[in-house]
């Protein structure tokens, strides 16, 4: 009697996509609670206003935490102008010390300087989940900005852009497919931050359009994240 083992091996991709609420806060404050259940990045523009938000606290940055104990990491550099400045940090949620690391009433803080948050949840990425480092570009007074060119190494990366104002930046928008922008303002009222997220099926150049009412200084960035892909075997015995 002869016995072949053949193993099968297939790669299925996850889909990637937002989930639940998306939280908001604005600076010191802690945001209500947010149903992420399910998420696996959180993604965050953090905008602040005369400082680098993300400098060294005490030195102009700024902190953020969240009820679940995450890590965060931040994406390429901050990009500043005038008085705001903002940046992009993301935590993955095996990252947290004690899990589980997302929850129906998951809470995000912020503190330190005149900063606002956006926060986004996804399931379905990659457990490293970077794909292209932050492009950015800044504006001394203008009424749009191009957020930055960003080419995805593969399909179904989840986009986010981000744009600070410095002022209220009043009704920001954005082109290319980019969801209704979260936005919010700082304790002070002096810095406007807004974030918005697209999934793009298929990889090519982006570099969406960020546009709003009146004139400001403005700096905006965008990053890319990958969603998971995920390897599975199968083993099938034959006896002869």
């Known amino acids: 009697m002869m016995r072949f083992l053949l193993l099968l091996?297939?790669?299925?991709?996850?889909?990637?996509?937002?989930?639940?609420?998306?939280?908001?806060?604005?600076?010191?404050?802690?945001?209500?609670?947010?149903?992420?259940?399910?998420?696996?990045?959180?993604?965050?523009?953090i905008t602040g206003y005369y400082a680098d938000p993300c400098a060294t606290p005490g030195s102009g940055g700024s902190t953020i935490t969240d009820s679940q104990g995450n890590t965060w990491t931040q994406v390429g550099t901050s990009r500043t102008?005038?008085?705001?400045?903002?940046?992009?940090?993301?935590?993955?949620?095996?990252?947290?010390?004690?899990?589980?690391?997302?929850?129906?009433?998951?809470?995000?803080?912020?503190?330190?300087?005149?900063?606002t948050i956006q926060v986004f949840g996804f399931s379905g990425a990659a457990s490293s989940p970077v794909d292209?480092?932050?492009?950015?570009?800044?504006?001394?007074?203008?009424?749009?900005?191009?957020?930055?060119?960003?080419?995805?190494?593969?399909?179904?990366?989840?986009?986010?852009?981000?744009?600070t104002g410095g002022g209220p930046l009043?009704?920001?928008s954005i082109n290319s497919s980019f969801s209704t922008p979260l936005t919010g303002l700082s304790d002070n009222g002096s810095v406007r931050g807004a974030g918005s997220y697209y999934v793009q099926s298929t990889a090519g150049a982006i570099n969406p359009t960020w546009?709003?009412?009146?004139?400001?200084?403005?700096?905006?960035?965008?990053?890319?994240?990958?969603?998971?892909?995920?390897?599975?075997?199968?083993?099938?015995?034959l006896i002869q």
């Open 9 to 45: 091996m297939f790669t299925a991709s996850l889909s990637f996509g937002q989930i639940a609420q998306i939280a908001q806060v604005a600076t010191n404050t802690t945001s209500a609670s947010t149903n992420m259940s399910g998420a696996n990045l959180l993604v965050a523009c």
């Open 81 to 115: 102008v005038g008085s705001t400045g903002h940046c992009i940090r993301y935590s993955n949620t095996a990252s947290c010390s004690s899990p589980p690391c997302v929850s129906a009433t998951h809470t995000f803080t912020i503190s330190g300087g005149h900063p």
């Open 132 to 163: 292209t480092g932050i492009a950015a570009s800044t504006t001394a007074s203008s009424t749009s900005i191009q957020a930055g060119s960003v080419t995805p190494s593969v399909g179904g990366d989840v986009l986010l852009a981000c744009v």
């Open 170 to 172: 009043p009704s920001p």
């Open 211 to 237: 546009s709003w009412s009146g004139s400001y200084s403005v700096a905006a960035g965008i990053a890319a994240f990958k969603k998971a892909t995920e390897t599975a075997s199968v083993k099938r015995r």
